[in-house]
């Protein structure tokens, strides 16, 4: 893939690639060849040895401008080289006309959606036991690795299964809340499915990772625990089913979460913003938004 963007370079003013897998080949390929072809990565996990030794080898050629999601990520691009300009902070984004709350009646049931870096035993062992039904929906079209729940004993109120996207939005509609639980790591997982339960107004119990803050705010859209913690997650999820109304207020807050900085729309501005500044890289700045003013 890095290879067929490099061949059609001279057609395009600005380069956008997704992920480290195609930026950075492409990034060499850019600096190798000295081409002057503007360049901008989203990253997703740059805190690996190669993946760091390759951005600070580029150092500064290949890449106009490194994107980044998640505020871990902030540190150890500069601690790698990236100067200030060459970094943004672009908050992910969500459909929010395709999630959006759905009035259906609402089941005794909570739900788990996603694949990466997804610590499911640990939320077997905390629901086994609690009234209510748990539906896990593991999968993912970017990841291949297991779901963790092949290998164990499923309580009798777990079910667990594949959903296509009409279905995963009905899933989010019937529950009352979502649980996201993962394992340790640097990279932003579960956002995806976060934001899709905060635009569908439901409110997230999430493990707190390193690379998983800031988009849950504990108490207010959501609860956070710490990762493995069968306990903590066990509480979290009892909290919520004995206190309702809080339950609503938390999932309103999260479809407002969505409305004020995480919108399709939101992303747009402020990635056109950023290809606008590595277009005329002048003393003008894109208007991109530090992690803390996105909270």
Known sequence: ??????????????????????????????????????????????????????????????????????????????????????????????DSEFWSPVDVPQKRQICAVGLEYRDYPTLLEAVRGVDVAVDIAAGSPWSQKAD????????????????????????????????????????????????ESMAMGRPVVVSRTRGQVGTVRDSHNGLEVPPGDVAALRRAIHWLLDHPEECRRMGAEGRHTIESGMTLGHFVERMSAVVATVSDPGPRLASGVTPEAAR
């Open 148 to 195: 963790g729940t092949h290998r164990a004993e499923l309580p009798p109120n777990v079910r667990v299964g594949r959903r296509d996207y009409a279905e995963l939005r009905q899933l989010y509609a019937e529950s009352l809340f979502t649980v996201v639980p993962l394992l340790e790591n640097e990279m932003q997982a579960g956002i995806t499915t976060i934001v």
């Open 1 to 94: 893939m890095a290879w067929s963007i490099f061949r059609v370079r001279r057609r395009y003013d600005v380069l956008i690639t997704d992920s480290e897998h195609v930026g950075l080949p492409l990034a060499l390929m850019l600096r190798v060849s000295r081409s002057r072809c503007r360049h901008v990565l989203v990253v997703h996990l740059v805190s690996t040895p190669l993946k760091a030794f390759f951005i600070r080898y580029l150092a500064g050629r290949g890449v106009s401008c490194y994107v980044y999601h998640f505020p871990c990520a902030e540190p150890v691009l500069e601690r790698l080289g990236v100067p200030p300009e060459r970094r943004r902070f672009v908050p992910y984004m969500v």
